[in-house]
C-alpha cells in the first residue's frame, strides 16, 4: 500500500492550497481515509476524515475552512484548504482506515509540507 501525498507549499496567509493523496495497494472505495498534521514540536492532529460513503468530519481548526472531498475513480483524497494561517503551517498526512467511526489508521502516507507566511 502506497499513499503519496501532494500540493503542499508556501502560501501567504489568506490563501489556499489543495493537498492531493493518491493511494494505490489497496481497494480505495473500501477505505476511510484522513488528514492529520503535525506541526514542529507539536503532536500529530487530524484535521478530516471522509468516510467510505463520503460523510465527512472536521476538527474545530478545520470547519468552515478546509474541505476534504474523495475521488474513488482515481483513488484520490484531497484536502483544499482556503483562508490559510500561520497556524496552519505543518506537514501533512494522509492516512487510510478500512473501518469507519476508526482514528486508528492502517496505512500512512509521507508528509507534505505547508507554510503559511504571515
Known amino acids: 500500500v502506497q499513499l503519496q501525498a501532494s500540493g503542499g507549499g508556501l502560501v501567504q496567509a489568506g490563501g489556499s492550497l489543495r493537498l492531493s493523496c493518491a493511494a494505490s495497494?489497496?481497494?480505495?472505495?473500501?477505505?476511510?481515509m484522513a488528514w492529520f498534521r503535525q506541526a514542529a514540536g507539536k503532536e500529530r492532529e487530524i484535521v478530516a476524515f471522509i468516510n467510505r460513503a463520503g460523510g465527512t468530519y472536521y476538527a474545530d481548526s478545520a470547519k468552515g475552512r478546509f474541505t476534504i472531498s474523495r475521488d474513488n475513480a482515481k483513488n484520490t483524497v484531497y484536502l483544499q484548504m482556503n483562508s490559510l494561517i500561520s497556524e496552519d503551517t505543518a506537514d501533512y498526512y494522509c492516512?487510510?482506515?478500512?473501518?469507519?467511526?476508526?482514528?486508528?489508521?492502517?496505512?500512512w502516507g509521507k508528509g507534505t509540507q505547508v507554510t503559511v507566511s504571515s
Open positions: 492516512a487510510a482506515t478500512r473501518v469507519d467511526r476508526s482514528s486508528n489508521m492502517e496505512y
Open positions: 495497494g489497496l481497494t480505495f472505495s473500501a477505505y476511510r
